[in-house]
Structures are given as C-alpha cells and as structure tokens.
C-alpha cells in the first residue's frame, strides 16, 4: 500500500503493517520533537527487555562426554570436555569512579611575584590593573 503524502509513517518487515511516526513534522524537515525528546519516548536508555528466570539453572555439567563417531577412518569416538570459563570475578567489588576533573596549580612567569601591577586582557575585567 502507498504512503499518504504529508505523513511521515514506516511500514514494518514483519508484518506489513504501516506505523506512524512518534515525531509528526511540523514543517517540511523539521519534527516537532527534539532528538532528546525522541530518545526518551523509545525508551531506548532502559536497554532491551529481559525477563527473568523463575527458578534455579541446571549447573553445566564438567563430566567428560564421550559421542561416537561414524565412518571408518575418523577412529569411532571422541571425548569432549566441556570449557571452563575465561574469567569471573572472585567476588563482587565496586569499581572505582575515574576522577573526571583534577585541580592543577597554576604555572605563572618567574617575573611575576607579589606586589607586580598586571593588567587584565580578557573577560568581564578586560583592561583592570590588579
């Protein structure tokens, strides 16, 4: 089916059904919500849905497993050992926070002590002597 002129719809893969869009333009190219507006209205910062499992999870079995094998040359069977895992963690322990902003001293020139006169070249006090 053809999309309406003046609508700003999408039609689905699955289904075939024509969806219209949460930002309806305002003007030609420009929507009347924000991208911020957008984002938040798909829900997009909670991550996909995942459900939970009821109940306990089979533990992995760590047996060797032993499957036969077809054909003459391939030697009848194989074992099969199941991989351990790569990495977990000993135990549960926050990760420091990154410190975001750290206070350096300000450098100044050699010739600069108290007492020297300076006249201020930018900003709200362009032009003071301090």
């Not at 963690?89 to 975001?100: G, H, I």
Request: with cysteine.
């Amino acid at each position: 089916r053809p999309l309406r002129p003046g609508r700003a719809c999408s039609i689905s893969e699955e289904d075939g059904e024509e969806r219209a869009s949460r930002n309806k333009p305002i003007a030609k190219g420009v929507g009347r919500l924000s991208r911020s507006a957008v984002f938040r209205k798909a829900r997009r910062w909670a991550g996909p849905k995942t459900t939970k499992v009821v109940g306990k999870a089979e533990p992995a079995s760590t047996a060797a497993v032993v499957k036969e094998v077809g054909g003459a040359i391939n030697g009848g069977k194989r074992t099969i050992v199941p991989k351990t895992p790569k990495f977990y963690p000993a135990e549960d322990v926050p990760k420091p926070l990154r410190a975001l902003h750290v206070n350096y001293t300000t450098k100044l020139k050699a010739s600069i002590v108290p007492g020297t006169v300076l006249i201020l070249l930018a900003g709200r006090f362009k032009g003071k002597r301090v």
